[in-house]
Nanobody, 122 residues
């Protein structure tokens, strides 16, 4: 079992930055692929990015590529989402999730956090 808790969301102006954190419980955190997803009002939840177990590989949705960076610290059981050059269309609830294998598909993710709200004002 893995429990995930996101933090770091808030209100920021367009062009600003935020760093989200996702703290995981459990001693097996380092064995999981970690993904970030988001859900904007009235829209379906979508993939944002993914990082492999070691942190050596990442992949991003085109909409955030070059602006968002995922990293992880396995010693702290934490994965991060650094968001720069934020746009109003980045406004959403952001979720971290854990999967046993590399995938951008939500169905592969077994554990989910409760989400943290990010609001970007224009």
């Amino acid at each position: 079992q893995v429990q995930l808790v996101e933090s770091g969301g808030g209100l920021v102006q367009a062009g600003g930055s935020l760093r989200l954190s996702c703290a995981a419980s459990g001693r097996t955190f380092s064995s999981y692929v970690m993904g970030w997803f988001r859900q904007a009002p009235g829209k379906e939840r979508e993939f944002v990015g993914i990082i492999n177990w070691s942190g050596g590989s990442t992949y991003y949705a085109d909409s955030v590529k070059g602006r968002f960076t995922i990293s992880r610290d396995n010693a702290k059981n934490t994965v991060y989402l650094q968001m720069n050059s934020l746009k109003p269309e980045d406004t959403a609830v952001y979720y971290c999730a854990a999967a046993a294998r590399w995938s951008t598909g939500q169905n592969e993710y077994m554990y989910w956090g409760q989400g943290t709200q990010v609001t970007v004002s224009s």
